[in-house]
């Protein structure tokens, strides 16, 4: 069964930083399956943060986060982490982890058809606050 599990959210001040972390089960995060976490704030859609392909460890980031958050992977711990540097009020949102199969119709990479509609599996989320 896959599971993904977040954690490392909190309260922070603008210009601090946070790391979440996405522990996964059920599969190996260096197998074909792109990881991706998604943000979404109060009335907001859900959008689109950052990815990292399981196969070759490429990564995407949304523009609004470019230059201040890294993705990254420990394959031995299984688990997916997000380094948010910087953080803005704007960045305050539930978080969350989630993985598609490479495999998956519509999926190229980080890329897949329908964006979050697409995912696989779903972390149940970590709430990050910013206060100014």
């Known amino acids: 069964e896959v599971q993904l599990v977040e954690s490392g959210g909190g309260l922070v001040q603008a210009g601090g930083s946070l790391r979440l972390s996405c522990a996964a089960s059920g599969f190996t995060v260096d197998e074909d399956y792109a990881i991706h976490w998604f943000r979404q704030a109060p009335v907001k859609e859900r959008e689109g943060v950052s990815c990292?392909?399981?196969?070759?460890?490429?990564?995407d980031y949304a523009d609004p986060v470019k230059g201040r958050f890294t993705i990254s992977r420990d394959i031995a711990k299984n688990t997916v982490y997000l380094q948010m540097n910087k953080l803005k009020p704007e960045d305050t949102a539930v978080y969350y982890c989630?993985?598609?199969?490479?495999?998956?119709?519509?999926?190229?990479?980080?890329?897949?058809?329908?964006?979050?509609?697409?995912?696989?599996?779903w972390g149940k989320g970590t709430l990050v606050t910013v206060s100014s």
């Open positions: 990292i392909t399981g196969s070759d460890g490429n990564t």
């Open positions: 989630a993985a598609v199969s490479a495999y998956s119709p519509g999926v190229y990479g980080c890329y897949t058809i329908g964006g979050y509609h697409g995912m696989d599996y």
